[in-house]
């Protein structure tokens, strides 16, 4: 995209935006925003805004072609639609998306289990590379605790004084070409032996298969961390099935894990593989059982710990019954606060999971049900009789209960209402969502198709209310400038800044979809700096196009901040 | 002084434009020539990690602790070595050797200590722990915003507060600074601009040109913020004599603060944070005053000991707590650590605060008088000392909005 494009996809958007204000002051109450349509040329504009990360250059102009509707069409129905051959090749680097935990564990281990594994207690990665830089981490961890610091050679007695000069004063291109053309194991010496700056440098010079055995020299299991966030950014900006990773972005967010909770690090990543993505557009239940089940739940809330007090487990020991997971699926997940629960159902419903727990924590991470942890006793959820006896199917029976409880459907359509029409639904839209919800076995696609054929969808008063989150904002200023994303650990930071770390919403309840939750001083101001950085080419990993200051304007601009 | 200010003055207008000033600062900018009752200030500090609070206040009366400590509890006062024993405060209680700045504070009256203190929940996770702390309701996970947010009192619509009046020094807003109440996160008061002038005159004429008008207002704010902060930074700061700010980023982040409020720009709250004390293994060095846990204990006593010192005249209108999500086994492990614990010590220090005493119920450390059989014991909750600062620095009387479901205790630590 040439840089004299660039201005002309932001101007479109102040220029729309603008008109939209004008008209907004001329008309009534919030009601009759939602009974307004929009202009029929808005429409695509309007689609793009809500259902992607931000229009590309060219995008609205598709939309038009293919006509609105079966664009939405296309969208609802990504298996139709072929990937961006550019982001498979990115992702492809990224190895541990595909691993299993158990995988993880073994091929990019914290300190705790390279110390089991040189104790014998865990097999070393098969990977020749892997368990070299395995070794390596095993080395220095030995090392530390004699000494308390670390051996360290000095550069010199390692390479020749020209390698050395090289690497001290050469341009970066240069340096890395030495890098790379040393034998891994000194590779790995040279990086224990330099500091930040130089390392950075080598960093952003490096290709990527380099570029990961230098991150994992500082500790490989942060790579499971930056894989992760590094996918999500890639596809948010390169995917060609958008609403696809909305709503994956949506999903996660609804049935949010914090990252760094523990051993979550290592199992945040099959749960949104397994557990979210393959049913973004299935069945409510099939994606509520998937949460249940997965161990990166049962682990961030606790469940794996609670004990029914008259189990046997729960009679031996002093552990007890944990309400943590039964409390945060009534009221996050499934009913909402307002669904008409009570503590006694909280209780009642802890009951009923005890003994879903996860074999082998720290290690395969599976779920199992133990039913030796298992209150077995009768129970009353909701006002339906659980027989004793049931086992397992405790729980089975209350995720049934829930993802067809009224409450369930209405807070589920409000909550998509709020994401993808306005931060104040109209009553009207969520009844009707919910009615779909109901009728069609709690079927998402089937919902979001209620929403995007709606008029309050299609309404004056959805188009442009909102505002992006820091994660939208970033995605679609990357996809205006038509950004070359290298890799993420600069936008990463931005992001951080912004207020929406990426898989690190602590409280079970993520991030807000609402626009009032962005509105700072300091998330706005970083909003700024970071489009001064994006157009003037200072976020690390990210390249534009020499551009005009003014996109910087643009980016950072209120019109660019709504959707 | 009035000379700094009048240079305020000027140069704040001159940023945010003449004529455009708005309440606050028109309020704030002429309190000094216009004496007018000064904002009341509650600083809260963060210990983020548990810190290990009978090493840092010694119950130095008690056998157990000894006993229960054979290789890294902190020597008697009594002990032949005294840089490397407690320093005796009330004959039972001693604090740390490397917290020695803070014992002429002590001394003087405005620095008391809460023991056994902390959150009532059972959690030993941090991050449950910490989220509790910071959301003011142990145990109930759905709380959105913080207590420092709803201790604020709802800004008039006409005068919408300083942009300052609630901050944190951090890159984005703490949990406990989050809800309905604006506040802000500022890493750097020096770094609270736009980083471009180019840009920021384009920003600037954009937001205030928008007919959004919540993108218009919040604009609005920023700017000011800006503004304000940077007519501050024009002069060099110099703290007050005889404070001396260790370096890192405890001591810079508590410079600062004291910076704003000595300023008068508008501050209510605020709040930081200090991590690095989850000392699971060895926690102590060959000797209690060496190691780890005295390494941090060295730059959190200067900090707040250089802190107290800069406040100067302004020290009757600040009070100050400290809080860290909970304590460490009363047992040290097999790695000359702690684990994760049950209740911890709070410090808490002003001008209005009714110092040189240890408050709360000691539980004791016999084995069966522990938490579990193997922590401290806790007698006060955190929301009771919170309570009773807030009340003091908002005269607000009911608290029920600022510590739902919960009613606190009174302890008497203000004058």
Not at chain 1, 9 to 16: F, S
Not at chain 1, 454 to 479: C, D, H, Q, T
Not at chain 2, 39 to 67: M, T, W
Not at chain 2, 165 to 184: E, F, H
Request: net charge neutral; charged share 20%; with cysteine.
């Amino acid at each position: 995209m040439s840089a004299r494009k660039i201005p002309a996809v932001l101007t479109a958007v102040l220029i729309l935006g603008l008109s939209l204000d004008a008209r907004k002051k001329s008309d009534g109450s919030a009601a009759a925003q939602f009974r307004q349509p929009m202009a029929k040329a808005e429409k695509p504009e309007h689609a793009l805004n809500r259902l992607t990360f931000g229009a590309r250059a060219g995008d609205i102009q598709r939309v038009q072609k293919l006509g609105v509707k079966k664009w939405i069409d296309l969208q609802l129905h990504p298996d139709r639609i072929a990937e961006n051959p550019v982001l498979l090749e990115k992702l492809q680097p990224l190895d541990t998306l595909g691993m299993s935990t158990m995988q993880m564990l073994q091929n990019y281990p914290s300190p705790a289990l390279v110390k089991e594994m040189a104790a014998g207690k865990l097999p070393f990665p098969e990977d020749p590379d892997k368990r070299m830089m395995v070794d390596r981490l095993a080395a220095r961890l030995a090392a530390k605790s004699d000494s308390g610091v670390p051996d360290r050679p000095s550069l010199d007695a390692l390479l020749q004084p020209d390698q050395v000069r090289t690497l001290r004063t050469a341009p970066p291109q240069q340096k890395v070409e030495l890098f790379a053309s040393l034998a891994p194991a000194l590779q790995y010496q040279v990086l224990e032996n330099i500091g930040q700056g130089l390392r950075m440098q080598l960093y952003a010079a490096a290709p990527p298969a380099l570029r990961r055995r230098i991150r994992s020299a500082y500790g490989s299991q942060a790579l499971v961390a930056q894989d992760l966030t590094e996918a999500k950014l890639l596809r948010a900006v390169y995917s060609n099935c958008q609403l696809a990773e909305v709503l994956a972005d949506f999903w996660y967010n609804h049935f949010n894990i914090y990252l760094d909770k523990g051993a979550d690090h290592f199992m945040v990543t099959a749960y949104e593989r397994d557990a979210i993505r393959p049913n973004i557009l299935g069945r409510f239940e099939d994606l509520l059982r998937a949460t249940a089940q997965s161990p990166a739940m049962l682990f961030y809330l606790d469940n794996w710990e609670s004990v029914g007090a008259n189990s046997p487990a729960g009679q031996r020991r002093k552990r007890g019954l944990n309400e943590n997971y039964g409390r945060e699926l009534l009221e996050l997940h499934t009913l909402g606060v307002d669904g008409g629960y009570t503590q006694k159902d909280v209780t009642e419903v802890a009951r009923c999971f005890t003994g879903w727990t996860i074999r082998q924590p720290n290690r395969a991470a599976e779920f199992e049900f133990n039913a030796r942890m298992h209150d077995d006793g009768e129970k009353t959820v909701l006002g339906v009789h659980i027989p004793a006896g049931g086992g397992i199917h405790d729980g089975y029976q209350v995720l049934h209960l829930l993802a067809h409880h009224p409450s369930t459907a209405r807070f589920i359509s409000r909550k998509l209402a709020i994401r993808f029409v306005a931060d104040d639904p109209p009553e009207s839209l969520v009844n009707r969502m919910a009615a779909t919800f109901l009728s069609k076995d709690g079927d998402l696609r089937a919902v979001l198709k209620t929403m995007f054929d709606s008029p309050e969808f299609w309404s004056r008063g959805a188009y442009r209310s909102k505002i992006k989150s820091p994660f939208e904002m970033v995605a679609s200023a990357l996809r205006a400038m038509d950004a070359e994303v290298d890799f993420t650990s600069g936008l990463n930071n931005q992001l951080n800044q912004l207020g929406e770390a990426l898989y690190r919403k602590a409280e079970p309840t993520g991030y807000s979809n609402s626009s009032q939750e962005w509105l700072n001083s300091a998330g706005l101001l970083a909003r700024m700096n970071f489009s001064v950085a994006l157009v003037n080419n200072k976020v690390a990993g990210v390249k534009v196009e020499p551009a005009q200051p003014s996109d910087a304007a643009a980016l950072g601009s209120p019109d660019f901040q709504k959707k | 002084m009035h000379t700094r200010r009048f240079f305020l003055r000027n140069s704040a207008l001159a940023m945010v434009g003449a004529g455009a000033a708005p309440l606050w600062l028109e309020r704030a900018l002429y309190a000094a020539d216009a004496p007018s009752p000064r904002k009341k200030i509650l600083v809260a500090i963060f210990q983020r990690g548990a810190a290990d609070g009978l090493n840092i206040v010694v119950p130095h009366g008690e056998k157990s602790y000894y006993e229960m400590r054979p290789t890294i509890a902190v020597p008697r006062p009594s002990a032949a070595e005294t840089a490397n024993a407690a320093i005796d405060l009330d004959g039972f209680f001693g604090l740390h050797p490397a917290l020695a700045p803070l014992k002429p504070v002590w001394d003087d009256g405005h620095l008391a200590i809460v023991h056994a203190a902390g959150s009532p929940d059972p959690t030993r996770s941090h991050f449950d722990a910490q989220d509790f702390m910071e959301a003011g309701t142990p145990g109930l996970k759905a709380t959105t915003d913080g207590w420092m947010n709803r201790a604020l009192s709802p800004a008039k619509p006409a005068d919408h507060g300083s942009p300052v009046r609630a901050i944190a020094l951090d890159s984005t807003l703490p949990r406990v600074l989050r809800g309905a109440n604006s506040a802000v996160a500022i890493q750097n008061l020096r770094d609270f601009q736009v980083r471009n002038a180019g840009a920021l005159g384009a920003f600037q004429s954009l937001y205030a040109d928008t007919h959004d008008t919540a993108l218009h207002a919040l604009g609005t704010e920023t700017f000011e913020a800006m503004a304000l902060l940077q007519s501050i930074q024009k002069q060099h700061y110099e703290p007050a004599a005889g404070a001396r700010y260790p370096g890192g980023r405890f001591g810079d982040c508590l410079r600062q603060i004291a910076q704003l409020i000595k300023a008068e720009v508008g501050v209510e709250m605020a709040f930081a944070d200090v991590g690095g004390w989850d000392h699971h293994v060895n926690e102590v060095g060959a000797l209690a005053s060496e190691g780890q846990l005295a390494a941090r204990l060295t730059e959190f006593g200067q900090a707040l000991a250089a802190f107290w010192a800069d406040l100067d005249d302004r020290c009757d209108d600040v009070s100050l707590v400290t809080m860290s999500e909970f304590g460490r086994t009363a047992r040290e492990n097999g790695g000359r650590g702690t684990d994760h614990g049950h209740a911890n010590c709070m410090f808490v220090m002003g001008g209005g605060v009714r110092g040189g005493r240890v408050y709360g119920k000691w539980p004791g450390l016999a084995p069966e008088q522990l938490y579990e059989s193997r922590d401290l014991a806790l007698t006060t909750d955190f929301r009771d000392v919170l309570a009773e600062l807030v009340k003091g620095q908002s005269g607000n009387e009911d608290l029920t909005k600022v510590f739902p479901h919960y009613s606190p205790k009174p302890i008497g630590l203000l004058s």
